[in-house]
């Protein structure tokens, strides 16, 4: 039986890995730095949308009031005309990213740890490393990846969903490698 302290070392190690990799691919290369389009004159929208407040959230416009208004005509014509807004409104202040990057450490370690105790019901101590990389790479690879295809599908952005689900690949491996090479013999 493999304990739950014993994926402690292979979930660190590989959250460290997947946060360096990460940090490579956003900073380092222009791989992620078309993913969002710039409003033409953001200083106008920005100040068209001040004056509503707009709370932290999300939004979507145009927003039938149930499933029956959506069949409208009314709504099927604001609908038609355009735009077609996704929003994700942020707190306003500073807009600095160590807290995201905080968050997105303790996700990479939860999401290493989950997939190391999952593998762990399902193999023993010394088990082979190729087993242990695809159960753990297979786990990974579903959790990094998973919802994007579901806001894709829902909202659009395809585009940086299919860059992200490369991303969610390599960062798997990374997982499935290190719990492959650290797995309790």
Known sequence: MVSV???????LVSAVLVFIASSIIHMLTPWHAGDFKRLPNEDGVLSALRPFNLAPGTYVAPRP?????????EFQAKAKLGPNVTLQVRPAGAAGIGRQLGLWFVFSFVVALLAGYLTSK?????????VIFKFVAAITFAAYTGGLWQQ???YG????????TIDGL????????TFGWLWPR
């Open 152 to 154: 894709s599908i829902w």
């Open 5 to 11: 302290t014993a994926l402690l070392v292979p979930a």
């Open 65 to 73: 009031a149930s499933m029956k208004d959506m069949g409208t005509p």
């Open 170 to 177: 390599l960062y798997a491996l990374l997982t499935g490698g």
């Open 157 to 164: 952005g395809w585009a940086v969903t299919l860059k992200s």
């Open 122 to 130: 399902a193999q023993q101590a010394g088990a082979d490393y190729s």
